[in-house]
Every structure is written in C-alpha cells, then in structure tokens.
C-alpha cells in the first residue's frame, strides 16, 4: 500500500470503466489521480463518484489529437505513474468488407495515440516511474471472421512495451491484457445482446463469471507497484485465453 501513497497518477480514459476502476482502487491506496479522457461531463462525474477529498482532478482531452496531449501533460506537470485504458470500439467486418477509414480512425485513437501519449508523458515523467497501456484478449482469442485489424493492434502493444522499457529505463513501461470486461464499451458493442452473450462466455470461463473493472484493477496497480517488472503483459482474463 505504501508504494502508492502520494504518488501522483496519471489515468488516461479514467471516466468510466476499467480507467474509473483502476482510479477506485489506486485511491484506496492513498494515490493521487488526474483522470484524463474526451468528455468534462463524464470526467466530473468521475470525480464526484470517486470523492477521494480533493486528492482526484481532470483534464479534458481527445487522445488522437496531438496539440491537447501535449497541453494536457504540461498542465499536468512531474507525476509517478501512467495507465491508459481509453479506447474506442474495434471495426469487426470481415476482412473482405473492411472500411479503410474506419479502420485508420481505430489505429489512430487506439495505437498512434498510445503512442502520442507515451512521446508527451515522458517529459514529466518521474525516473524509475511506469507507464501501463492496455491490450485485450483479441489478440489471443480474436473474434472470427472480423477481428484481424483489433487482434493486430491489440498484439502490437506486447512488443511496443519491450522496446519502450528497453528506451525509457529505469522507468519501466508494461502492458495490461483483460479479458471480457463489463464495461460501458460492451454495451456499444452489442447493445441488449450483452447479457446473451455474457451468459454464454461466463458459463465457459474456468473462473465462472464476466469481470468487473474492480477484478482487473489489481493487475494495473501490480504494474505500477512492481519495481522488478519491465516490458512485460499481464494477462488477467478470467482464463479466456484457455478456451
């Protein structure tokens, strides 16, 4: 617990949740936040939620446009430890009716800007801090047909941690990878379908149920708290991986 206690910490997608989860339990620790995502309604109701006693601010930006990270990382100032679990829902077409635009906005706001997160968080980064970006389970289990483009992003964020850990040491940079997560996400995804297609995968899961963000939590604080632990992925998928 002490290894968070006043430690500064960035959640990039922090308003909702596996971000606000990750937030929750990182406050419990003692950490203060700076939760960072696209929408101020969402973010100040983040912060209402987690009350934290003036220990949680927010900064509004859109992480596929260069000029507000960079300003939101100057506002920001020297901080500790960075999680980024923002994203957008994947295209899933088959790959013969794949929309290239489509695809270029995913690539864009999920791996360019973990990337423009990563060139402007560096600046004011404490030495030997973290940062942690996360993965999924389509890397390992993609969806068939239509999940060729998320399962190559997703996979592309094991080998941009070894090489960013390799360039930013001592700070120590690592990927978290969930599996099926209850999250706001799901529900753009399929909508009313949900809880078919929950009931379905929970009663194949070894672990019997569908994660909340609270399950996958630990595995983001591990990360942070590790002082041993670079360049690696953290699978935390309830066995997912197995079926």
């Known amino acids: 617990m002490a290894q968070l206690m006043g430690k500064k910490i960035v959640v990039v997608g922090g308003s909702s949740g596996i971000g ?8 419990e620790r003692g950490a203060e936040l700076v939760l960072v995502g696209r929408s101020q309604d969402k973010l100040l109701q983040a912060q ?8 949680v ?4 930006a859109d992480m596929t446009r260069q000029a507000e990270i960079a ?3 100057a506002g920001i ?7 980024s679990t923002a ?12 929309d290239a635009e489509m695809v270029r906005r995913f690539v864009d706001d999920k791996l360019i800007g973990a990337v423009l997160v990563a060139k402007y968080a560096v600046r004011t980064l404490t030495a030997g801090g973290s940062m942690t970006f996360t993965s999924g389970i389509n890397k390992d289990r993609p969806p068939v047909p239509g999940g060729a483009v998320v399962s190559a992003i997703a996979g592309a964020f094991s080998y941009f941690a070894r090489a960013l850990a390799l360039e930013l040491a001592p700070s120590r940079v690592n990927i978290v990878s969930p599996g099926w997560v209850d999250t706001p996400m ?4 399929v909508g009313e379908a949900k809880a078919g ?4 995968m929970a009663a194949r899961l070894p672990v019997g149920r569908i994660a909340a963000p609270s399950d996958v939590a630990p595995a983001y604080l591990y990360a942070m708290e590790s002082e041993f632990m670079t360049g690696e992925t953290i699978h935390i998928d309830g066995g997912q991986r197995l079926i």
Do not use: C, M, Q
Not at 20 to 27: D, H, I, P, R
């Open 20 to 27: 606000l989860g990750v937030a929750a339990a990182a406050l």
């Open 87 to 98: 994203g957008t829902p994947p295209p899933g077409d088959p790959i013969g009716e794949t």
């Open 186 to 189: 799901f529900d753009e995804l």
């Open 77 to 83: 100032g020297t901080f500790d430890h960075l999680v």
């Open 71 to 73: 300003a939101a990382f």
């Open 57 to 60: 601010k927010t900064v509004t």
């Open 48 to 55: 209402r939620s987690l009350g934290g006693n003036g220990r």
């Open 197 to 200: 297609y929950f009931a379905e």
